[in-house]
């Protein structure tokens, strides 16, 4: 079979020539595509494929930051994971180690944040309704929540840093879901670098007695800005005073947006307990 003769969708009934519906792209299936051979094969590309598109992401992410959101904001997707696929696989493996706070905080970590003082009075009416008197008992059951509802929200963080890119990149000719793409890119990266990356650097080397507050903020502080000023270029055409002036307020920004996402998370799981 050659694909060029005609076909009726099976999906939208519409008329078209060659494999895909030209409507719907919905793929003829032919006989062959049935065959065990087609079915081995097919594994192999989905693992050998998958694998390679998300090594080629993954990397362009941390090596040029802004490139992955410029070629989809641009229409060039085929030779890459979708940003939010490359999210959800990196969500998943975080979430199976997570060595390093980042989207997820404790209730001790709660408490020190900016809306600890406001989180006090919440806590204390949800360990009277839930009959628990001692703090370091609620911190647990507390603890175990917010780990599997932060795994939901992070994409919250996301659309939360999306906004002010909207304003502040606002004539740089790129569309809302543009700005959205470059959050998902930040969060990626951050998940691969600041989660994945340095809890593993961290177990390997048995650096974990090092990493205080003071020291893990600089990491985050640095490699942020890193991104932001390279994404800045990349993918906003950024130059000059206003390159480094947008980066430093970006900066700010995150900080809110990771205090925002905090205080969300907070009280989703409160509520959820
Ligand atoms: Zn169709």
């Known amino acids: 079979m050659t694909g060029t003769e005609e076909h009726i969708c099976k999906s939208c009934g519409n008329r078209f020539a060659g494999l895909y519906c030209n409507q719907c792209g919905e793929r003829v299936i032919l006989p062959q595509d049935r065959s065990f051979r087609t079915f081995l094969s097919s594994i192999l590309v989905a693992l050998t494929f998958a694998d390679s598109k998300f090594f080629r992401s993954i990397g362009l992410v941390v090596v040029k930051p802004g490139f992955l959101s410029r070629e989809f904001a641009e229409g060039r997707r085929v030779r890459y994971l979708r940003p939010m696929s490359l999210f959800f ?15 997820s905080a404790t209730l001790r970590t709660q408490l020190n944040s900016f809306h600890g003082q406001y989180a006090v009075p919440a806590i204390a009416s949800k360990m009277t309704a839930l009959g628990i008197r001692d703090i370091n008992s609620f911190a647990l059951v507390y603890d175990q929540k917010t780990g599997g509802l932060a ?25 809302f879901t543009d700005h959205v793409g470059l959050a998902v890119e930040l969060v990626c990266f951050n998940l691969f670098i600041n989660a994945l990356v340095l809890s593993l650097v961290v177990a390997l080397f048995g650096l974990g007695s090092y990493i205080n507050e003071f020291i893990l903020s600089s990491i985050l502080l640095t490699t942020n800005l890193y991104f932001i000023f390279r994404s800045g270029i990349m993918f906003y055409e950024d130059t000059g005073l206003k390159l480094v002036l947008r980066s430093v307020l970006m900066i700010g920004v995150l900080k809110i947006a990771l205090e925002v996402y905090r205080a969300i998370l907070f009280y989703v799981t409160i509520w959820s307990l």
Do not use: C, E, G
Request: aromatic residues 18%; proline residues 5%.
């Open 89 to 103: 696989l990196l969500n998943l493996i975080y979430f199976i180690f997570p060595i390093i706070q980042l989207f």
């Open 151 to 175: 795994k939901m929200l992070v994409i919250v963080f996301a659309i939360l840093v999306s906004l002010p890119l909207n304003l502040i990149y606002r004539s740089r000719n790129r569309y």
